[in-house]
């Protein structure tokens, strides 16, 4: 049965669906919801719901409740984001799975609590010090959002991994007809042999991101890499409408994607092809797909709701294939389809010329 | 739907949090306008950051409908401000205002804050449900919420409300089983019901008037 959501209920009803039996957060605009649903229904599953101080609080909250192998997760939105950064390279570092939600609002600072993509290079780059990756999923309905959860806390848990929902605030208030999961067995988790929960029947554990010795810290590194690489071969995922004979292909994620699938539409009806090539994964990047695409197309356009940050995996990914134009607003100023459509044609204004 | 059969110039929407009060507001306000040139809407909404009455005051004011909200770039902050001309509006007998209160007890705790005006003023209270919510689909559930919030608020319910939808995949079923569970909660509190909320384009006609709604609130794409 279907019901309507809003994006920050659904995610926190699909993660208890998907076996989260604790959280800890603070409210912050534009995902406070987020926090009060998980007050109100963990309660309901025996789960339990914390409210932290302040986010400090929370992310250390987070590393000692994931020690114990149990499906941890956050939500929070950018300034909040921020101030867990230092805990996040800790649990990177200690190899701690965890979900965190950033509902991505106007920055820098503390800008406005008004939709915005501007936290991509924090969250695909590392905000917090050291060698360490995040897998960052990218929803662009809250559907999708919905059946990425189950997906963030597996990959969590398989690779020993953060994972962090990438949403902005437009995907955490609207709101949309979804279709939940079913409940997750909590018996069918998966068991984790370096969990900390007593050592009365094996060798006693320790999880820890330190150690002293350069050497031994390198190993350390070096096993975090490995992981990263399988990643990176594995876990891979995107989507692509209309790139085959496409005039030009626009790369974009989240809701700034779903406002070019409108655009597509529009252009449609004025004779322009415009494909859609959307990241669901932020990291890892699908730059090999976007390079085999960039030999098909004079262009591929970037359109965020920031200033040119996934752009630069874009041209990464294009390698000097393709023009890589682009286009953007941000602080919470999110771009019409009729905006994107008319970027489209000022890039094309030659092509189209042409025909 | 004729509003003036209410025989009440101050129009009240309660509920949970997106049960669909803004939309409701907003069309009741557009309607009110084909029977008097003095409509206003008053957005005392303090939970919502996103879609609110407030949003669509340009637009509102082309249709001549007044929106009582906080002033300028105020009205993007995201602090619970009440404007003091609300008092005024909602008190003025020569026009038909509507209240666009925000959801859940913190959204309805708000109204206790202006008990003075509500209380000198002939008003009626709309408790709007959407069984399709979370927290709002059985009867034990709505009931506790219709009670709750009343008790918040400080005023008594005077009609429920069926809005239940999922937005543009609303079905007729869907309609008509929201119309039972509201009809049961109805008997069971005993407030009447007032009207079935359905979308202009779905062709419904069920056991309770019927109100058709047009959307306002609309995504950019």
Redesign the interface.
């Not at chain 1, 208030?173 to 007809?177: I, S």
């Given at each position: 049965m279907?019901?309507?959501?809003?994006g920050t209920?659904a995610i926190a009803?699909a993660a208890i669906r998907a076996g989260c039996r604790l959280y800890f957060g603070y409210p912050i605009?534009?995902q406070s919801?987020l926090t009060e649903?998980m007050s109100?229904r963990l309660p309901e599953v025996n789960g339990t719901f914390l409210q932290a101080e302040s986010e400090v609080a929370t992310v250390n909250m987070m590393y000692g409740a994931s020690c114990t192998g149990r499906r941890v997760m956050t939500s929070t939105s950018s300034p909040g984001f921020s101030l867990m950064m230092e805990g996040i390279s800790y649990m990177a570092g200690a190899q701690l799975p965890a979900v965190f939600v950033n509902v991505v609002r106007g920055g820098p600072g503390l800008g406005?609590?008004?939709p915005a993509q501007s936290d991509y290079f924090q969250a695909t780059k590392g905000g917090g010090h050291g060698d360490y990756r995040m897998i960052v999923l990218a929803p662009h309905t809250i559907q999708e959002a919905v059946d990425l959860m189950n997906l963030a806390f597996d990959l969590a848990d398989k690779y020993r991994m953060l994972v962090t929902i990438l949403a902005d605030?437009?995907l955490g208030?609207?709101?949309?007809?979804v279709e939940f999961h079913e409940m997750r067995d909590l018996r069918d988790m998966p068991q984790k042999e370096w969990a900390l929960t007593g050592a009365s029947d094996h060798k006693p554990r320790k999880v820890t991101s330190f150690d002293i010795d350069p050497y031994e810290l390198e190993k350390m590194n070096l096993r975090y890499q490995a992981t990263y690489k399988k990643v990176e071969e594995n876990e891979v995922r995107y989507e692509e409408i209309n790139t085959k004979d496409a005039d030009i292909i626009v790369a974009a994620y989240g809701t700034m994607a779903?406002?070019v699938?409108?655009t597509i539409r529009m252009a449609k009806e004025e004779g322009i092809k415009v494909g859609l090539f959307r990241p669901i994964t932020l990291w890892p990047f699908p730059y090999k797909r976007l390079n085999e695409l960039a030999d098909t197309v004079k262009n591929v356009l970037t359109v965020e709701m920031s200033y040119g940050q996934m752009l630069e995996d874009v041209k990464l990914g294009v390698n000097g294939k393709a023009n890589t134009p682009f286009y953007g607003r941000s602080a919470g100023v999110?771009p019409?389809?009729t905006e994107v459509l008319e970027a489209i044609k000022k890039i094309m204004v030659g092509d189209l010329n042409g025909r | 739907m004729n509003f003036l059969n209410f025989e009440t110039r101050l129009f009240v929407y309660m509920g949970m949090?997106?049960s669909g009060k803004t939309e409701l507001a907003i069309n009741t306000a557009i309607e009110l306008r084909k029977h008097s040139s003095h409509v206003a809407l008053v957005d005392i909404d303090v939970i919502?950051?996103?879609?609110r009455s407030r949003d669509e005051r340009d637009f509102l004011k082309t249709k001549g409908i007044e929106v009582i909200a906080p002033p300028g770039v105020l009205s993007?902050a995201?602090l619970p401000i009440i404007t003091a001309q609300m008092g005024g509006y909602i008190s003025n007998p020569n026009y038909f205002t509507v209240a666009d209160v925000g959801g859940n007890e913190d959204g309805a705790t708000v109204l206790g804050s202006v008990k003075q005006f509500l209380d000198s003023t002939d008003k009626t209270v709309f408790f709007v449900v959407?069984t399709?919510?979370?927290?709002s689909?059985t009867i034990d559930e709505i009931a506790k919420n219709v009670q709750k919030l009343s008790e918040m608020g400080k005023v008594k319910i005077d009609y429920l409300v069926c809005n239940t939808?999922?937005?543009?995949?609303t079905s007729n079923e869907d309609i008509q089983k929201g119309e039972e569970i509201v009809g049961k909660v109805s008997e069971y509190l005993e407030i009447p019901v007032a009207f079935t909320a359905v979308k202009n384009e779905i062709n419904y006609s069920g056991k309770f008037p019927i109100f058709r709604l047009k959307r306002y609130l609309v995504?950019?794409?």
């Open positions: 279907k019901m309507l959501f809003k209920e009803e605009t534009p919801e649903y109100r406005d609590i008004q605030g437009m208030q609207m709101m949309e007809p779903r406002i699938k409108t999110v019409t389809p | 949090f997106g919502s950051p996103y879609f993007h995201d959407n399709l919510r979370p927290f689909t939808n999922i937005g543009v995949e995504n950019l794409w």
